[in-house]
């Protein structure tokens, strides 16, 4: 099966040559690139967040298996949804699903489902491509898209992605996507953040889910983030780094609707 894409030519260009001039402003391609176990980057429209996710994958030691997560914003398809087979239709070329690594994960998990339909109106890992494209030729994805799940779940998820990347026993490297506080005031967007931020500087993925959760942090993305901080912690991690946040209210002028951007590395 052959995924199209959901949002070229609206959070980014729709022409190979376009998406790489705009993602060359977002990029240092001199920064020296390190390998980490996992990335957070924000999936907003690159006007607004690709200077953030740019930080982030100009400091990427990039490997040639990912395993990409994201929110569920379209609400359908699995709660839990993983595609495991065929490729993404992206403009700068089709990108291939790794297989191999999507059953072992599966295999090791009772709530993920081989499912196709959740990706099918999902711009939060869509995003994630292009810079990765931008950077590496030759590279597969493992694509996981989460609706609201409890921790448990998100327990289970992030084991069985542990559990998969042992058995695959080749270079892995994990994304979660997500973007920050939505639609708040400049100055909120940066406190709440700022709570949900220093849990995953602690590496500590129950007190990051219990902080959005107790405080009501609008972060899209913080199951993904979650699960992200499961899987890291068991792969061995033992420092996170923020690299970047700003909110979306630097690029457009408009500080009292704003939505946050972060972008960190786990390693």
């Known amino acids: 099966m052959t995924r199209k894409p959901v949002v070229a030519g609206q959070f980014y260009p729709s022409q190979k040559s376009g998406i790489e001039k705009q993602i060359k402003g977002f990029v240092d391609k001199d920064k020296k690139k390190e390998k980490v176990i996992a990335a957070v980057s924000p ?151 700022k709570l949900a931020i220093n849990e995953i500087l602690n590496l500590d993925p129950d007190g990051f889910y219990d902080t959005v959760k107790s405080n009501h942090i609008s972060m899209c993305g913080y199951i993904p983030t979650t699960v992200t901080l499961i899987s890291s912690k068991l792969l061995g991690a033992k420092e996170a780094e923020l690299v970047d946040y700003r909110t979306s209210g630097e690029a457009s002028g408009d500080y009292d609707h704003v939505v946050g951007y972060a972008g960190l590395l786990i390693k």
């Open 43 to 193: 999936h907003a429209g690159y006007i607004y967040s690709g200077a953030v996710a740019g930080a982030v994958f100009s400091r990427v030691d990039l490997p040639s298996t990912i395993v990409i997560l994201g929110p569920n914003h379209s609400g359908i398809g699995a709660t839990a949804s993983l595609m495991a087979e065929g490729e993404w239709e992206m403009p700068s070329g089709n990108v291939v699903i790794n297989s191999e690594l999507s059953n072992l994960i599966l295999e090791e998990s009772n709530y993920l489902k081989n499912d196709s339909i959740g990706h099918s109106k999902e711009h939060s890992l869509e995003v994630q491509v292009p810079f990765i494209q931008y950077f590496l030729e030759d590279f597969t994805i493992v694509p996981i898209a989460l609706m609201q799940i409890d921790y448990q779940i998100c327990e289970d998820v992030g084991s069985a992605i542990f559990k998969g990347i042992e058995k695959f026993n080749k270079e892995v490297l994990i994304i979660a996507s997500t973007d920050m506080t939505h639609f708040e005031s400049h100055e909120y967007a940066k406190k709440m953040d």
